[in-house]
């Protein structure tokens, strides 16, 4: 079991905008400004494209885009297309002891 | 360009140890933490450890916590990951990932290294 809680999918027609929640509690994504989201091609290491609950690397196309609200943060992706099709993984800062924690993922399709 | 080279990975029986290796370079490597993260087969990813710039730190997940040591060396600019007492839930494609500071996110990745734990 995840700490992080995902849905494990998501779908959405080109062109769409859809949303991916990721939920914590207090001590990790309430407790701390440090949600980062993860986009992984099978095959592939995984790519930061969120660090920070909003900040887009340098190279991540802007219709990435990300939100927190309490304990729970959120990455959109609008004009969805066939590449964005992956797997997606939030993280986040969880103190000293737990140190890090990721949530269980969400396949995105693009139908 | 930083690249993250893993190696040491393979076949190892259920108890056995194992030592895996990153080779890092393209970066001022003992100004940044690294951690291991792993993905299990059709599973999500984990954070396994996490090591200081200058080693003096080294959080670990719950389920490897007494099997697995960090370590690094930053004279030779390497990482490393001694597992001990491996389980078959063990097994799982092993990345190296550079820290931008600890704790924030992991800014670049290895390719991975497969460890099958066999039972």
């Known amino acids: 079991q995840s700490a992080l809680t995902q849905p494990a999918s998501v779908s959405g027609s080109p062109g769409q905008s859809i949303t991916i929640s990721c939920t914590g509690t207090s001590s990790d994504i309430g407790a701390h400004q440090l949600v980062s989201w993860y986009q992984k091609h099978p095959g592939r290491a995984p790519k930061v494209i969120i660090h920070?609950?909003?900040k887009r690397p340098s190279g991540v196309s802007s219709r990435f885009s990300a939100s927190k609200s309490g304990s729970t943060a959120f990455l959109t992706i609008s004009g969805l297309q066939s590449d964005d099709e992956a797997d997606y993984y939030c993280?986040?800062?969880?103190?000293?002891?737990?140190?890090?924690?990721f949530g269980g993922g969400t396949k995105v399709t693009v139908l | 360009e930083v690249q993250l080279l893993e190696s040491g990975g393979g076949l190892v029986q259920t108890g056995g140890s194992l030592r895996l290796s990153c080779a890092a370079s393209?970066?001022?490597?003992?100004?940044?933490?690294m951690s291991w993260v792993r993905q299990a087969p059709g599973k999500g990813l984990e954070w396994v450890s996490a090591v200081s710039p200058s080693g003096s730190r080294t959080p670990y997940a719950d389920s490897v916590k007494g099997r697995f040591t960090i370590s690094r060396d930053n004279s030779r600019n390497r990482l490393y990951l001694q597992m001990h007492s491996l389980r078959p839930e063990d097994t799982a494609t092993y990345y190296c990932a550079k820290d931008f500071y600890m704790g924030h996110y992991f800014d670049y990745w290895g390719q991975g290294i497969l460890v099958t734990v066999s039972s």
């Open positions: 393209g970066f001022t490597f003992s100004s940044h933490g």
């Open positions: 993280s986040s800062y969880a103190g000293t002891n737990t140190f890090l924690v």
């Open positions: 920070e609950v909003t």
